[in-house]
């Protein structure tokens, strides 16, 4: 026992994740961590995929598909002037999902032995057969290319985890300062979060892949405090979230903004409460990709359509497929939306999906017209009548995601998009060609109904515009929408020197709840004579 002790003190000095099943010490190959080497999959972890996949044919499965990863979390928080809460967090382990009769049976467990992962596959395999009881309709998988030894990294430079505790912390503390140096402004809280991800997968189908991905997030709440202490204001939501490293830290450069994002908190305490009323809402990628996301990222996702959300998360008014797609009008002719997890630094991004298809890049809304849903490979052939329609390969579109190995995988949010417009439309363009308007950045509040139909967005920060110009700043700004009416009424978009990543880390779906990072980019727009309500309005 003592030598097991002191093997586990000297892992964890290198950096390596333990897991101990009874009798073995399984080691998570560090090899795996070397920036700039050749992401390749470790021969132990090969072999029990392998493993996995021939339990589940054995125990009857006519398709199974494993997945063995190892997850980072780290996070440091700070208030003021202290350091509130430091999080250090590892989970490695294996999920096994395998099809019998029809059927889908998933499970998993952190003994990465071989005995412990081929005992998993079994358990898989029995609950898929015990599942036919329920069954409505059978699993039928859109065919896809395999991929054998494939590997993807995402795109990041510097890991966080090369940067030390005392760095990050250094960084926030002399960022809180710099806020605290504006006049009103009493709190700050701010952080930095950082996932690192691998992900070992291998299906019957004959692929066996390796991924690594980085996600971070700095986050920023400034709160400014009247002097009679009758108001108070924040600016928060400034920094998105991106599927890169360090450098990105860098890039947002907290030291610098941090005064900037302070003024525009104690600018808010002395901004004009906004009149009710209709206005042209000229609307800033950092807000707009919130917007998207509720009303038609999830909108859009083809199980809510079909009615498996409708316990939970709810469904969608873009239902059925049958009378949606290519006929349902969302928007105005300059509305394309686009759906890919391609993107260089979207949260979304990945080479690879958790059932092995390498996604591509689909058309969502095409000049305001529904043209397709989020997929995965059994979701694809619901709609297969479409994709015959349109003389197009039925394919999963890459849609298969799990928060981690001990989750199973369904359909998640790709990175879903505004594109940019033909002409070089600036936000200053937009700003010049409106008479009555309201310009808004940041995202803030929101509240949308089941069917992603009817919504209310806040905002960060708001500015009225008086023909053509910046008139000064609003306050208890929110406007309301029904999601088709919103999108027709974008008469103004920018162009593509106007585009911006944005996104989340933690939306929200499945039972058990599963938490999924969602990227969106958007550009500025204009939507004519939209209803705004005055939210600090007092009785």
Known sequence: ??????????????????????????????????QGRTLRMDAVIRDLLMEALNAAKLAGASYADVRIGRQRQSSVQTREHQIVNVGDF????????????????????PRLTKDGVARTAREAAAIAKANRLARDQRVELAAAQSYADASWRSDYTIDPWDISLEEKTDLLLRANAEALKVANVRFVNSGLSFVKDERNFASTDGSVIIQEFIRCQPSVNITAVASDFTDFQSRANIAPPAGR?????KQVDLLANMGRWA??????????????????????????????????????????????????????????????????KIGSELMNIRGDR??????????????????????????????????????????????????????????SYAQNWSSVQFQRMPNVSLLPGEKAVSWDDLIAATENGIAIIGDGSFSIDQQRYNAQFGGQVFYEIKNGKVAGMLKDVAYQLRTPDFWSAMDLIGGAATYELHGALNDGKGQPGQSNA???????????????????RRR
């Open 1 to 34: 026992m003592a030598d097991r002790r002191e093997f586990v003190k000297q892992a964890g000095v290198l950096g390596l994740a333990l897991t101990v099943d009874p009798g073995h010490l399984v080691t998570w190959p560090v090899q795996n961590y070397v």
């Open 90 to 109: 590892e989970t490695s382990g294996c999920g096994v999902r395998a099809v019998v009769d029809g059927c889908w049976g998933f499970a998993a467990t």
């Open 342 to 399: 391609s993107q260089k630094g979207a949260v979304s991004t990945i080479g690879y999906d958790d059932e092995g298809v390498q996604p591509d890049d689909f058309t969502i809304v095409k000049n305001g017209v529904l043209n397709d849903y989020q997929t995965t490979r059994e979701q694809a052939n619901w709609i297969k009548w479409w994709y015959d329609k349109q003389g197009t390969p039925t394919r999963s579109h890459g849609c």
């Open 263 to 328: 003024e525009e908190a104690a600018a808010k305490l002395k901004a004009k409460s906004v009149d009710v009323g209709r206005y042209d809402l000229i609307l800033h990628p950092s807000h707009l990709w919130l917007t998207i996301h509720e009303s038609i990222g999830h909108s859009t996702e083809l199980d809510r359509a079909m009615g498996y959300e409708a316990n939970y998360a709810g469904t969608s008014f873009l239902a059925p497929p049958q009378k949606m797609l290519g006929a349902m």
């Open 245 to 249: 490293g360090w450098e990105y830290v």
């Open 518 to 536: 969602a990227g969106h980019g958007a550009v500025p727009a204009r939507f004519r004579q939209q209803n705004v309500i005055n939210t600090g």
